[in-house]
T-cell receptor
Framework: AQKVTQAQTEISVVEKEDVTLDCVYE???????LFWYKQPPSGELVFLIR??????QNEISGRYSWNFQKSTSSFNFTITASQVVDSAVYFC????????????FGTGTRLKVLA | GAVVSQHPSWVICKSGTSVKIECRSL??????MFWYRQFPKQSLMLMAT?????????EQGVEKDKFLINHASLTLSTLTVTSAHPEDSSFYIC???????????FGDGTRLSIL
């Protein structure tokens, strides 16, 4: 069975703090994709990153960084020097590399960044 | 980047009405479109997968006769909520997939409120 777990339901931080959002997944597939999406209060899904299971290199994009560890089936997301505009719900998702490409979404983590 | 247009963005209607939601891929051909439903403060739940020219594949527990999906062309899929009732009120999001190795592209969602 495929499953994505985001154990943190809600996190509150003060502006400029660093925050890490956890994502743990389960899959029987040997190849797969992992994603992070941001959903601001307006509702649209904003694509942040896609990671192929072949590629375990960590990635940094501005204030965002991602740590993929296949050994622990985790794909964690860190925001450095958080800002109020980072307040949103963040979803981690998993999909196979072939076939239906259906996404399995985690339950999301609501991040509140306080000024 | 690829754009998916979803219309309407917001609709309020009376109980018993049927409501149609459109999902269009504006600058690419979508071989597959997905329809999701999201209740407040919950994750996205896949309702159905729609392939152009064929019947949609519904997820377990989703009523086919209640949620009619049509994918008549490579750029348009529609979701019709038939005889809508208050419990159908939700946020519906579509996504489009081109068949190439790239992420799903999401529409901005439709907030449906049934009175």
């Amino acid at each position: 069975a495929q499953k994505v777990t985001q154990a943190q339901t809600e996190i509150s931080v003060v502006e400029k703090e660093d925050v890490t959002l956890d994502c743990v997944y389960e899959t029987r597939d040997t190849t797969y994709y992992l994603f992070w999406y941001k959903q601001p209060p307006s509702g649209e899904l904003v694509f942040l990153i896609r990671r192929n299971s072949f590629d375990e290199q960590n990635e940094i994009s501005g204030r965002y960084s991602w740590n993929f560890q296949k050994s622990t089936s985790s794909f964690n997301f860190t925001i450095t020097a958080s800002q109020v505009v980072d307040s949103a719900v963040y979803f981690c998702a998993l999909s196979p590399l072939s076939g239906t490409y259906k996404y399995i979404f985690g339950t999301g983590t609501r991040l509140k960044v306080l000024a | 980047g690829a754009v998916v247009s979803q219309h309407p963005s917001w609709v309020i209607c009376k109980s018993g009405t049927s409501v149609k939601i459109e999902c269009r891929s504006l600058d690419f051909q979508a071989t597959t479109m997905f329809w999701y439903r999201q209740f407040p403060k919950q994750s996205l739940m896949l309702m159905a997968t729609s392939n152009e020219g064929s019947k949609a594949t519904y997820e377990q527990g989703v009523e086919k006769d209640k949620f009619l999906i049509n994918h008549a062309s490579l750029t348009l899929s529609t979701l019709t909520v038939t005889s809508a009732h208050p419990e159908d009120s939700s946020f519906y999001i579509c996504s489009a997939y081109s068949g190439r190795v790239e992420p799903q592209h999401f529409g901005d969602g439709t907030r449906l409120s049934i009175l």
